[in-house]
T-cell receptor, first 113, second 110 residues
Framework: EAQVTQNPRYLITVTGKKLTVTCSQN?????MSWYRQDPGLGLRQIYYSMNVEVTDKGDVPEGYKVSRKEKRNFPLILESPSPNQTSLYFC????????????FGNGTRLTVT | GQQVMQIPQYQHVQEGEDFTTYCNSSTTLSNIQWYKQRPGGHPVFLIQLVKSGEVKKQKRLTFQFGEAKKNSSLHITATQTTDVGTYFC??????????FGKGTRLSVIA
């Protein structure tokens, strides 16, 4: 089944403790992206990648890192999480950059205390 | 950066009434996409519009792209409880990343 898989679904952590949210897609998509969703703010792009080893900042990249060593994986790294990074995170992929439909993972609800 | 304004933020309708959400941009758009997110779920792609004046239909849903390619609308005829959720537009100009509107949350009262 074609899908984008994110893990974990839920995560509660403390300020400053490094964490990684994994994202994997099995559709051979070139483009992958991370978004955060907050009430009243919609979906805001954190980072995106147009291909292996190519990553770019989105609208809200501060406090986040990503890597794209393989086509299928695009992990999101929070080196030192802070409470303002409490949010719902979505990974998404598409065949090509921007002009093809995005396939979203099920989301990761992160709470930083 | 590019912004996409989506209105209204919330809409409450009686089952059977129609519903419309609008997206507007100050710049000419290359393409606009619409997504639906059910409560507790993830956004799911509905449709993509690329041509000026384009109209597409999916059962009770009608999608339009403005003649100037600066606005779009999603209209639902005779809403049902299964239509509940948040509807997002997402658009870009050229090869820039998609920018999402803030969404319209639809509630349907049976």
């Amino acid at each position: 089944e074609a899908q984008v898989t994110q893990n974990p679904r839920y995560l509660i952590t403390v300020t400053g403790k490094k964490l990684t949210v994994t994202c994997s897609q099995n559709m051979n998509h070139e483009y992958m992206s991370w978004y955060r969703q907050d009430p009243g703010l919609g979906l805001r792009q954190i980072y995106y990648s147009m291909n292996v080893e190519v990553t770019d900042k989105g609208d809200v990249p501060e406090g986040y890192k990503v890597s794209r060593k393989e086509k299928r994986n695009f992990p999101l790294i929070l080196e030192s999480p802070s409470p303002n990074q409490t949010s719902l995170y979505f990974c998404a992929s598409s065949l090509w950059h921007s002009n093809s439909p995005l396939h979203f993972g099920n989301g990761t609800r992160l709470t930083v205390t | 950066g590019q912004q996409v304004m989506q209105i209204p933020q919330y809409q409450h309708v009686q089952e059977g009434e129609d519903f419309t959400t609008y997206c507007n941009s100050s710049t000419t758009l290359s393409n606009i996409q619409w997504y639906k997110q059910r409560p507790g779920g993830h956004p799911v792609f509905l449709i993509q519009l690329v041509k000026s004046g384009e109209v597409k239909k999916q059962k009770r849903l009608t999608f339009q792209f403005g003649e100037a390619k600066k606005n779009s609308s999603l209209h639902i005829t005779a809403t049902q409880t299964t239509d509940v959720g948040t509807y997002f537009c997402a658009a870009n100009s050229g090869n820039t990343p998609l920018v999402f509107g803030k969404g319209t949350r639809l509630s349907v009262i049976a």
